[in-house]
Each structure stands twice: as structure tokens, then as C-alpha cells.
């Protein structure tokens, strides 16, 4: 109770909760997700962007900075391996406080004469206002202002390096063009909808009121066959329990037309699996788990990504690689080598032990180094070329994917 109320949870979202599932019966674990983490008054999300040592959960980018540059690495990797394109869009989706992609900016200063002739422009979608605040002052000192009425970005600026930043509330505001996209923890928090498999066929997950006790919520499954279960559940699923992402589907459409239609890339790193795992539902306040159900509101919510789903809702639009474990990707994108220059160039004790810790945590895979996965969209040009079934002599090979193969940076 106490740790509820020292975080603002007096209970009004419950209570709101309750209320709506005495009137309306029990809603699904979707709906109940997206009351918990963006209820305008209550979210978690829109309340605070618990982030970092002090919030609930820390992120990759949080503990070390090789992290974002290994992934700025990779953009600029791409880019040389598609041509060089004159511009390209650096989008970001739910970056968080902004941390990965100030380290990926650094990557492009320090290349800046690589990138000479490319124009370069950041774009991110971020639905909390707060957290847009916090993402201004660390990428641009907070020198923003927000945009005119008729722009498709809210707020707009330049960053300490001299690129243009914009912020928009929805992916579809983001201009299309070439563009690379980074999804870093963005569509483990988005809602799920959970299915169990019973004698009488699929029923869905719903959270309802516990009779027997007041103001608890409990699951329960649907009586009958719900629409999420005839439209979610594909005809030759093996599990007996499933979680279903359909806004992570739609994402995922979104971002492989625009890949097909203008170039570019998308990497997704996340927790999940390929299709395996089956309750993944968890809730995490103050570092520890957290029971799902009690005191919505107060603790982070997040379900594992199932990126076979993801490979699926591509509708072979683009060409997936991965999921490939963060251990690996981060080896095949020379973190090794790039600790041993950091490690050289510390001058003191305590700034190396950072630097082994952070390591540890990224690559153990008792840590995050098995959880974490990176995923890959890329144009079925970048790893096929169009007319190599007429002469197969005439093309130059095409160079690796970085992160899914060693890094060849000349």
C-alpha cells in the first residue's frame, strides 16, 4: 500500500477500472494494458517516463554508450552498401529520453566527413509529451519550439551536432523518403491480446473483477469465441497459449510498405522469441517483477516480441533477418575491439570497471545478451539483386548485412 501511494497510486485508476468493468463486464488484457500505460490521467507512460536507475526498468542505451554507436555504426554501414543516397531520415520510434539517439548522432559527427554530402534529418515519434521534453534538452539543449498548425511535426529543433530533430505523434505524420527506423524497446510496452486454448476451441484472456474479493482484478476466459480469437490465431498454431500483438502488426505493415516504396532499413531490438514462448506477460516496478494485475498504473507493462509475427505481418514486402541474439549482433558489430580502444583510453580504475559492467550486462547472457534480439527490414534488392537470374557474372557481389554477418568496414 505504501509503495502504491509513494508513486501517486491512490488507487483512482483501479477504481476507474472497476467501475467500467461492473457497468461493461470484463475487458481484454489489450484493453486493460493500454488503460494501465496511456490513460491520460493514470498511464504509467503519461504520468512519467519511469526510465533509468531511478525508474523501473534500464535500457541498453541507459548502461553504455558503445551501444548506440554500435548502432549508429550500422546505419551508416547500410547506407554505404545501398549507394550512398543523397538523404536519409534517422526515425526513431518511442525513443525514450533520447540517450540512443544522441549516441547514434555522435557516431555521424565523428563520420561527419563520410557524411559530408548527405543531408540528415532525425525523426521521432513519441506520444508523451514529458518524455518529449526530456529527449529536447538531451539532443538540443532544449532549444525547440513547437511547429505551426499545418506541419505534421508538433515540435521541432537542431541538435547539438547541427541536424535537424522534428517530433510527431503518429508514424503516418513522419514525411516519407529514404529512411532508416529504430524500434529499441518500443513494441515490447504496445497491448496484447492472450489466448488459451481449451476443449471447446480458442478462448481469449479478459480481466474482470474477483467477486470474492472487492476491488481485485483476476483473469478469466472468454464464455464464447471472441472476434480477436477468429481474427489472431493462425490454423496451424501449436502452442496452447498465445499472445497476439495486433498494433505491432499494423506497425510493422507500415514500416515495410514505406521500406519498399522509398529504401532504407528497419532495426528492431527487443526482448522476444521466434514464435515459441507462450505467457510472457510481465509487470516491472522499482528493478523487480510486479504482479500484472494489482495497482494498474504503477508499474511498467510489457509483453516478449513475437518477431515470427512480425516476419509474417511483412507480408514479404521486405526481406527479415533475425532475430539474432543481442550477444551476437553486438560481436558481429565489433563491440570487442571497440572496448579494447575505450578500455586503453580510460585513464582511471573506476571508469574501466564501468566499462567491463556495462559490457557484462549487454553481452552475458545471463544478462541481456539471450533475452534481446535485433530484427532486420531491408528492401529484397539489398541482399537479392534484381536481374542476377539473367546474368549472374555481371554484378558485384553485395556486401554483408553488419550486426547479422561480421562488420566489413573498409
Known amino acids: ?100 539517439t544522441e549516441d547514434i548522432l ?9 557524411l559530408s554530402k548527405c543531408d ?11 518524455l518529449g521534453e526530456i529527449q529536447a534538452r538531451m539532443l ?29 505523434r503518429d508514424i503516418q505524420d513522419v514525411p516519407s523518403g529514404y529512411s532508416f527506423y529504430l524500434a529499441h524497446e518500443f513494441f515490447d510496452a504496445l497491448p496484447i491480446h492472450k489466448f488459451q486454448r481449451t476443449e471447446k476451441g480458442w478462448r481469449e484472456v479478459l480481466v474482470d473483477i474477483d467477486p470474492e474479493v472487492p476491488d481485485q482484478l483476476r483473469f478469466v476466459l472468454s464464455p464464447s469465441s471472441t472476434p480477436a480469437t477468429e481474427n489472431f490465431i493462425q490454423p496451424e498454431e501449436t502452442r496452447d497459449h498465445v499472445e497476439v500483438c495486433p498494433e505491432a502488426g499494423v506497425i510493422i505493415q507500415r514500416l515495410a510498405c514505406r521500406i519498399e516504396k522509398d529504401g532504407g532499413a528497419a ?44 516476419r509474417k505481418m511483412t507480408q514479404e514486402r521486405t526481406t527479415t533477418l533475425g532475430p539474432i541474439k543481442q550477444r551476437e549482433f553486438l560481436k558481429n558489430m ?28 549487454l553481452m552475458n547472457p545471463e544478462n541481456m545478451g539471450d533475452c534481446f534480439n535485433f530484427f532486420a527490414l531491408l528492401p529484397h534488392h539489398r541482399l537479392v539483386h534484381p536481374d542476377k537470374k539473367d546474368k549472374p557474372e555481371s554484378k558485384s557481389p553485395l556486401p554483408p548485412v553488419a550486426g547479422f554477418n561480421e562488420l566489413l568496414l573498409k
Not at 509503495?3 to 470484463?26: E, I, T, Y
Request: aromatic share 10%; charged share 20%.
Open 334 to 361: 565489433g563491440i570487442d575491439l571497440r572496448l579494447q580502444v575505450l578500455l586503453q583510453n580510460s585513464r582511471d580504475t573506476a571508469t574501466r570497471e564501468q566499462l567491463l559492467h556495462s559490457y557484462n550486462m
Open 1 to 100: 500500500g505504501e509503495a502504491a501511494a509513494a508513486v501517486g497510486g491512490d488507487g483512482a485508476l483501479l477504481r476507474h477500472l472497476c467501475r467500467k468493468l461492473r457497468a461493461s463486464g470484463p475487458v481484454t488484457v489489450a484493453g486493460y494494458m493500454r488503460e494501465a500505460l496511456t490513460n491520460p490521467a493514470q498511464g504509467y507512460y503519461t504520468r512519467r517516463g519511469g526510465i533509468g536507475e531511478s525508474g523501473d526498468f534500464i535500457t541498453s542505451p541507459e548502461i553504455s554508450q558503445v551501444f548506440g554507436e554500435l548502432i549508429g555504426i550500422w546505419y551508416i554501414s547500410e547506407w554505404m552498401a545501398m549507394g550512398k543516397p543523397k538523404t536519409f531520415q534517422l526515425v526513431e520510434l518511442g525513443p525514450g529520453r533520447g540517450t540512443l
Open 140 to 168: 538540443t539543449g532544449g532549444k525547440v519550439q513547437p511547429s505551426p498548425k499545418d506541419e505534421s511535426a508538433y515540435m521541432k529543433g537542431i541538435s547539438k551536432t547541427g541536424i535537424p530533430v522534428f517530433w510527431y
Open 120 to 130: 540528415v534529418s532525425v525523426h521521432l515519434v513519441e506520444v508523451s509529451p514529458k
Open 106 to 114: 555522435r557516431v555521424f559527427s565523428q563520420l561527419s566527413s563520410v
Open 267 to 310: 532495426l528492431v531490438a527487443d526482448y522476444g522469441h521466434d514464435g515459441t514462448k507462450t505467457d510472457t506477460f510481465r509487470g516491472f516496478q522499482n528493478h523487480k517483477l510486479h504482479d500484472v494485475l494489482s495497482a494498474p498504473g504503477t508499474a511498467d507493462l510489457t509483453a516478449d516480441v513475437d518477431f515470427s509475427y512480425l
